[in-house]
């Protein structure tokens, strides 16, 4: 008997929104991870399978341009298909995209699950040799109580019946195809492919699952993902420092930690001249040996005119999760007597947390004026120093 077709569903098509640090900004499937997109790992870990022929995302169609910029290519990655505003449309479409390829079976897997492990796809597919449908689980081992109005309680579950459902999730794919077309026709909404299958009367057989295999859902989920890729391997500190000034010119704003202010004067450069994320783009490319901002992005180059500076910073923090490093904090002060700043620190941490990737609690930003000293006592300019600290694997040998 050949071995039997395979194909991924990568399902990526929601907003995202919770798990931003800022409540709003990028959708937490496009945010690096340990310096790489998370809907960027979840792909990986199936086109590094070599049983799997096709892997296809499922994407909003308000997404097109973030998918564009992963900028990913792979012999066995489909084009995206665009998705719905349910998980359950989108994983229809999804599927309707992979009917033309007819694959034998089909893993449906959420974009938000990047560190699936290879022990979880195995079961899912020893139980899809003979199955229909394929769960992976984990038990419940917190108790778990039902009430009716939120306020009291009505009774307590038996957890020794409960398991909390992961994907991938696997199924015969003309089997869960058909299933998902009649599930139109219901009015309640399925929370995933599972209870299709059950709806459709199929045997859902359950595998393990693994408390690794964690769904990103809110902020902190990033952090704790971060120290599960980390592992155990060997790691080293590093320090990074960065120093920058611009003068005032005419204007309207000011670009200060990736935060527009409005003044009466905008600061003198090429790009934006954010000194506050030019000074901390600076610093992360310290910690690595990489040279400044300069180097990476010449202001000789006229595509830079006008760039806004989280370009850069996202650029720096990018080489950093290259390396396989982990910024562990950034810290930033600014040194200005107008426009005030300190009314606009908690957004800039929320600008610099989103773009490095970490949690604002790992953001610094302090301002200070230079008590009517020089040439920032004189209102002629501002300057930014900050400091970044980030961890690497320690290179063989050292």
Partial sequence: MPDPSIAVIVVAAGRGVRASASGAGVPKQYRPLAGRPVLARTLD???GRSEVRWVLPVISPDHQSLYADLKLTHPRLLPPAMGALTRQGSVLAGLEALEAHQPDLVL?????????????????????????????????????????DGRTTDGTEDRRELFAAQTPQGFRFSKILEAHRMATAVPDEFTDDAAIAEWAGFDVILTPG??????????????????????????????????????FAPGDAVWLGGVRIPHHQKLKGHSDADVALHALSDALYGTIGEGDIGQHFPPSDPQWKGARSTVFLAHAAKLVGERGGRIVNVDVTIVAEVPKVGPHAAEMKAVIAETCGISPDRVGIKATTNERLGYVGREEGVFAM?????????????
């Fill in 45 to 47: 870990a199936f086109l």
């Fill in 108 to 148: 449906i897997q959420d974009a938000a699950r990047p560190m699936v492990s290879d022990e979880v796809f195995d079961g899912v597919l020893a139980a899809l040799e003979d199955g229909v449908a394929a769960l992976p689980v984990t038990a419940v081992t917190d108790t778990i109580k039902r009430s009716r």
């Fill in 210 to 247: 693994s408390s690794r295999n964690i769904k990103i859902t809110q902020p902190e989920d990033f952090a704790r993902a971060e120290r599960l890729l980390e592992g155990d391997r060997r790691m080293e500190t590093r320090i990074g420092s960065g120093y920058d000034v611009h003068p």
């Fill in 386 to 398: 900050a400091s970044a600290s980030v961890e690497l694997p320690r290179e063989a040998g050292s």
